[in-house]
């Protein structure tokens, strides 16, 4: 065999092996995908969704802990989204390249990479201990909206960046301000990318146990938290929970429960992908 | 003072709305100042206490205890168990990503056809998007009993099938993250090779990976970062056993596991043992602070070489 | 020239970027309902001092002026002074149509919008006037509530006109506006100047020496910062007095 053949061969070796690599990841997702649904789907019913949990098993249900998902998905949204989108708009239309905008610039990307078990113990000590709440969804939902904060920033500014400079000259030189021109013409033309961040974000907060099971969520919640200031649990720390069982039937509970909390993620990640196809097809600029 | 005889312009007006233009101006520069309040309360909250265990634990036993035992009668305070456990763990899973993440990103870059890549992608992202509780899941239920079918001695908590698994949520974030590196490497390099007759591997590993090497570490430090965070997965499948020990097949606990240990029992709030946490966390953070900013210092540094 | 009063003036003008000195000692009167033009080759200053008139580079980090530009006899550097209220009254049309992604109406109204009109017969009112004016109202008075973005490259342009003019400026700063435009949408906006002349006063940055001769009144030929010549615009073409006007126009660079 001459040498280019030797090369041509392990070219074609490593295209192989290239398209393994590609594939396996996806396989082992779908082995684990099909091996959740048999185990889990034939234990979702009605009264799995709507029961309260137990200590038996066969009539645990679901009912508080995506109720305490919900609750926890809305309050983080309602904190994280005004707050991340003025930090993105301060820091691409306001900040000037000084000093100060490098530091947040970079503090930030380190806020972003800081293990969300640590902002469980901000929380445990910041919310829970000093502020009073207790183990709280208000509690937990400001724990995870600092989480996912860097994520909403860094997503405003570069949805914000996409908005051509001619933009912001037209309103300019039209005499609108600073703040008008970012409220009229700068935020609606980047809101799809912006809301497809935050809805990104939010998939991520959703599927969040360690920091909520160190400010304190509690597995075993016997009722509907129906205020801010209930405690509460959620699908993930129930999956957790049930996961540490040695009963098999408890195994089973924890497949069902992740198959719900799974539709609960892939639906918001979907509408994230629609927006972010629609936006792109509605303006061309 | 206006400009012509425009009727409509009154002076009291216009100073409401510089007035108004500034308010806003500084909630924006608020919220954008919060960020850094964020991090000096994560320094502080671990600091302080840290500070408190610290004051009853010497940080040389600490850092050369061979024990972990917080929670025992016979409390012992060695931190490197821990740390050994989340070692393990992180290069079992780097062990798995790296290969695999970086042959998707040549793969993606070199070989396979456009279509194949606007298909794939999105998909290897769903990876990304998994709660890691599910993974942990995953890794007790599935591959645990699998690894055990041909490795006799693997317990049933154990570092391997945890890092394992850790390594496949990882792989996403080292095979997008090199993919963009290796994309920005100029065309003209590319055909360069080619245009002396190089295969495509060898265009890819004696041109592309080099050139783009300062991306692909980059990738590969924060995916380091990544794993050694990661709480559920090791949570769930690697065991609560501090154990000094490189041995993947019996079970570890890691920093993050500890932490949830804890958390889970019911431990007195200014206890010694309630400070063990922040003392594991500033270690946890310390790691993770460390390798961020090298990873940011390594792209600073070689980001304009190809502008 | 013609002693007609003098809408526009700089009076020793200088302007740098950082250390780069983009203006060098600029002395200039430009007449009122005339169209002054401002020719040159690329980097010369001309668009810079453009945007100086209506303080455009005011966002541009390290960029200051020293001198005077005076706007009906005042400083529009003067510390009193509000940069909204100068651009209401200083418009400008950019070198590529730069429509908002909003509705055509939305687009002519922004400016008085913002200025806190909400009358709705007052906002349709000045929103058929001004597309009029700018010669697009045939065009489009069928489908105002459809987006701008869906208009041509010409009709665009003429929307921005048309959107600088409904806040009744008294002064009209183009920058290149035909530059990004086919033939056709060139003579119809080259047209329009012409009309619009009659009532504002105008002044456009071109690359294209013909259309300086088609449409302006006095010429202005910039050169490394300098303003070198500064004439009514068929003296310019026919005798300039400087030898780099006079290379300029016969094509030796540029």
Same mark, same amino acid.
């Given at each position: 065999m001459t040498n280019s053949e030797k090369n041509r061969l392990k070219d074609k070796a490593f295209q192989v092996f290239g398209v393994f690599c590609t594939l396996i990841g996806l396989v082992v997702l779908a082995i684990f995908l099909i091996d959740i649904v048999i185990e889990g789907i034939g234990r979702i019913d009605w009264d799995f969704l709507t029961s309260l949990p137990s200590r038996r098993a066969a009539s645990a249900g679901i009912l508080t802990a995506w109720a305490g998902t919900l609750w926890i998905l809305v309050l983080s949204a309602v904190i994280a989204f005004p707050l991340g989108i003025a930090a993105g708009v301060y820091l691409e239309e306001y900040a000037k390249k000084t000093k100060l905008s490098n530091f947040l610039e970079i503090n930030i990307a380190n806020l972003a990479g800081v293990p969300s078990i640590i902002y469980g113990l901000l929380g445990l000590e910041l919310f829970v201990r000093m502020m009073n709440l207790g183990g709280v969804l208000l509690a937990g939902a400001l724990t995870l909206s600092l989480l996912i904060l860097p994520i909403v920033i860094v997503t405003t500014r570069e949805s914000i960046k996409a908005v051509p400079r001619t933009i912001r000259d037209g309103s300019f030189a039209l005499g609108a301000s600073k703040w008008q021109t970012v409220w009229h013409q700068v935020l609606p033309a980047s809101f799809g990318g912006i809301l497809t961040g935050v809805i990104l974000a939010l998939s991520r907060a959703v599927g969040e146990a360690a920091p909520l099971i160190v400010i304190g969520a509690l597995a075993y919640v016997p009722f509907v938290p129906k205020s801010p200031m209930d405690e509460f649990t959620v699908l993930p720390i129930q999956i957790f929970n049930w996961t540490s069982r040695p009963q098999a039937a408890f195994l089973t509970n924890a497949a069902a429960a992740i198959i719900i909390l799974l539709l609960i993620t892939f639906l918001l990640n979907g509408i994230a992908v629609y927006l972010r196809h629609r936006q792109q097809k509605k303006i061309k600029w | 003072m206006a400009f012509g005889n425009k009727s409509y312009t009154c002076a009291s007006i216009h100073n409401t709305l510089r007035v108004q233009e500034k308010i806003i101006e500084g909630l924006l520069w608020l919220s954008a100042a919060i960020t850094i309040l964020i991090t000096v309360s994560i320094i502080w909250v671990l600091l302080s206490e840290s500070v408190k265990f610290f004051g009853e634990v010497s940080i040389l036993r600490f850092l050369t205890e061979k024990e972990w035992t917080p929670l025992f009668a016979d409390k012992k305070f060695g931190i490197l168990p821990l740390v050994a456990g989340t070692f393990l763990t992180t290069a079992i899973a780097i062990a798995v990503a790296l290969p695999i993440g970086l042959t998707i990103a040549i793969y993606l870059n070199e070989y396979a056809h456009a279509r194949f890549k606007t298909f794939v992608k999105p998909l290897l992202e769903v990876l990304a998007t998994i709660p890691t509780v599910v993974y942990g899941f995953f890794a007790l239920t599935v591959v645990t009993p699998f690894l055990q079918s041909f490795i006799p001695g693997l317990a049933g908590f154990n570092a391997l099938s945890a890092g394992i698994v850790m390594g496949i949520m990882i792989i996403p974030m080292i095979s997008s993250l090199s993919e963009d590196a290796i994309s920005a490497v100029p065309r003209s390099l590319r055909e360069a090779a080619y245009g002396m007759g190089s295969t495509r591997l060898q265009t890819a590993f004696g041109v592309m990976v080099p050139a783009a090497s300062s991306g692909i570490l980059v990738s590969v430090i924060l995916a380091i970062s990544r794993a050694v965070g990661e709480t559920m997965i090791v949570a769930i499948a690697a065991g609560q056993q501090p154990r000094l020990t490189l041995n993947p097949l019996v079970p570890i606990e890691t920093i993050t596991t500890y932490i949830v240990q804890v958390s889970l029992g019911d431990v007195p709030h200014g206890s010694l043992e309630y400070r063990t946490i922040f003392a594991a966390g500033m270690t946890l953070f310390l790691f993770t602070f460390l390798l961020n900013n090298l990873s940011f210092w390594i792209k600073k540094k070689y980001q304009e070489k190809y502008d | 020239m013609t002693k007609k009063h003098s809408k526009l003036e700089a009076i020793n003008l200088d302007a740098y970027y950082g250390d780069f000195h983009a203006l060098k000692g600029i002395n200039i009167a430009m007449e009122e309902k005339a169209v002054t033009a401002f020719i040159g080759p690329s980097g010369c200053g001309k668009s810079t001092f453009l945007r100086t008139l209506n303080r455009?580079? /005011?966002?541009? /980090?390290g960029f200051r002026i020293e001198g005077q530009v005076l706007l009906d006899g005042r400083d529009i550097y003067a510390a009193d002074v509000r940069v909204d209220e100068l651009r209401k009254e200083v418009g400008m049309v950019f070198q590529k149509p730069n429509p908002f992604p909003k509705s055509i109406f939305e687009n002519v109204v922004y400016g008085l919008k913002i200025q806190g009109i909400k009358d709705k017969n007052v906002l349709q009112e000045a929103c058929e006037k001004s597309l009029q004016h700018a010669a697009l109202w045939n065009e489009v008075k069928d489908k105002l509530d459809k987006s701008a973005l869906a208009l041509s490259g010409g009709q665009q342009q003429r929307l921005c006109i048309a959107r600088a003019l409904a806040i009744q400026p008294s002064v009209i700063l183009m920058d290149e506006p035909a530059s990004a435009l086919d033939p056709i949408s060139t003579a119809k906006i080259e047209d329009l100047i012409h009309e619009l002349k009659k009532d504002y006063t105008i002044v456009i940055v071109t690359h294209n020496m013909q259309q300086a001769g088609r449409v302006s009144d006095h010429t202005a030929f910039f050169y490394m910062g300098e303003l070198v010549e500064y004439s009514k615009t068929k003296t310019m073409f026919t005798s300039p007095k400087d030898t780099r006007t006079q290379n300029y126009i016969t094509g030796r660079f540029g």
């Open positions: - | - | 455009m580079n /005011d966002y541009i /980090d």
